[in-house]
C-alpha cells in the first residue's frame, strides 16, 4: 500500500488529460471503475486524478498475494488507517484476537461512518478476479452506504462485483477503453513531448488511427521513431509486429491467457469480425459464444460494432499479432480457420 499523495511521481512526457480526471473527479460518484486492456492508461489516468483531489488518498496496488482474503484484508484496513487513524482498532475491538473477515469489515466501516471524505484506490483489480476475495470485496462494497468512503478501482476486466444500486442511484463512475483512447489532439500533444521525434500532423493521425488512440501503441511508436530519418515509411509499416508492440502484446496479454482462451484467440484471428457461432464454427468449440464474451469481458483488445454486443473484432495492432503467431506456430490452423470461415459465409 502506497499513499497517492507522496509517489504519484508522473513522467514529464505524460499529456493531461483533463477529460478523464475530471470524470474520475465527479462530484457525487462513490465507486470508481476504470477498465481498460494491458496499457491503455487505467492506472496512470488514476494517478494524475489522484494528485489533484484535496481529499485524502491511499493507493494499494493489488498482487496475487490478495487472492488470500486475510491478506487483503489487512492491506485494505492499513490503507484506511492512514486515511482514518483508528481503523485497525476498531476491526478488532471487540474480541482482537476475532479475525472474521467479515465482522471486521462491519466493524471498520462503522468507524468510517463519522469520517471525512477519503477515497481508497484498488489498482489492478484483476489480479485478484475470480478468488476468495471478491466475496470479501462485495461486503466492503455494501457496506459503504452510511459512510464517506470512495473507492476507485483500476482492473483489465470488469470487477466481479455487485454496483447495480450505486449505478441506479448515479453514483457510479464508468470509464472503459473508448473513454482512454488518445484523441487526436491528445496524440498530437503527447508527440510534442518528444523534442527527438519530428511528425506531421497527418502523421500524427495516421499513427493514432492505426493503434486507436492505445496509449502504449503511442508510447511504442514513439519508442521506435527516435533517431529514424524516414518517418513516413516507419507511420505507413507501424503495426503489431512493430518489436516493441509485439513483445509487449505477447508477454503482458497472449501468453498470460490459459491455454483455451490463447487457442481461441489464435483460431478466430483469421476473421475480420467476430460473432459466437461464426466463432464456434471457425475453432471447433462448442464453448466458442462463452470465451468470446468472456475476453470481452476482460478487456482483451476486442471492440463492439453493435450496440447489441453481437458483432465484435480485435483491435488492429492485437489482430496483427495474433495472425503472426498463428502463421508461425500453427499455420495448419490459419488454412483451416480460412476454410471453414468460408464455409460459414456461403
Not at 20 to 32: D, E, F, Y
Not at 102 to 126: C, G, Q
Not at 268 to 276: A, G, P, Q
Request: overall charge negative.
Amino acid at each position: 500500500m502506497i499513499s497517492a499523495r507522496s509517489s504519484a511521481h508522473l513522467p514529464g512526457h505524460l499529456v493531461g488529460r483533463d477529460r478523464l480526471v475530471a470524470a474520475l473527479g465527479r462530484p457525487g460518484a462513490r465507486i470508481v471503475v476504470v477498465t481498460g486492456p494491458a496499457g491503455s492508461g487505467k492506472t496512470v489516468a488514476v494517478r494524475q486524478w489522484a494528485v489533484t483531489t484535496p481529499d485524502p488518498v491511499a493507493w494499494l496496488s493489488l498482487d496475487p498475494r490478495h487472492t488470500d482474503p486475510e491478506h487483503f484484508l489487512d492491506a485494505v484496513l492499513i490503507a484506511l488507517e492512514e486515511l482514518v487513524p483508528g481503523v485497525l482498532e476498531a476491526a478488532f475491538d471487540d474480541d482482537p484476537s476475532d479475525r472474521g473477515a467479515d465482522r471486521a469489515v462491519v466493524r471498520a466501516v462503522r468507524h468510517l461512518s463519522e469520517a471525512p471524505v477519503a477515497t481508497v484506490v484498488l489498482d489492478d483489480l484483476h489480479m485478484i478476479d475470480r478468488s476468495r476475495t471478491t466475496d470479501l470485496l462485495n461486503r466492503l462494497v455494501g457496506a459503504m452506504t452510511d459512510t464517506n468512503l470512495r473507492l476507485v478501482i483500476s482492473s483489465r476486466s470488469d470487477p466481479p462485483l455487485r454496483l447495480h444500486r450505486f449505478r441506479l442511484a448515479g453514483e457510479l463512475v464508468e470509464l472503459r477503453e473508448s473513454d482512454l483512447r488518445f484523441s487526436r489532439g491528445e496524440a498530437e500533444e503527447f508527440f510534442e513531448r518528444f523534442p527527438e521525434v519530428d511528425l506531421a500532423a497527418d502523421q500524427v493521425e495516421r499513427l493514432a488511427e492505426r493503434t486507436e488512440g492505445w496509449a502504449a501503441g503511442l508510447q511504442f511508436a514513439a519508442l521506435s521513431l527516435r533517431g529514424r530519418d524516414d518517418p513516413d515509411g516507419f507511420v505507413e509499416r507501424f503495426a503489431g509486429s512493430d518489436r516493441h508492440v509485439a513483445d509487449f502484446l505477447l508477454d503482458e496479454v497472449l501468453l498470460r491467457q490459459p491455454d483455451d482462451v490463447r487457442e481461441f484467440l489464435l483460431a478466430t484471428s483469421v476473421l475480420e469480425r467476430l460473432r459466437s457461432d461464426l466463432c464456434a464454427h471457425v475453432a471447433g468449440r462448442d464453448d466458442a459464444g462463452a470465451l468470446l464474451r468472456r475476453v470481452e469481458s476482460e478487456n482483451l483488445f476486442v471492440v463492439p460494432l453493435d450496440n447489441e454486443r453481437e458483432w465484435f473484432r480485435y483491435h488492429h495492432l492485437f489482430a496483427q499479432l495474433l495472425r503472426r503467431e498463428l502463421r508461425v506456430t500453427r499455420p495448419d490452423l490459419e488454412r483451416l480457420g480460412h476454410v471453414r470461415a468460408a464455409e460459414w459465409f456461403v
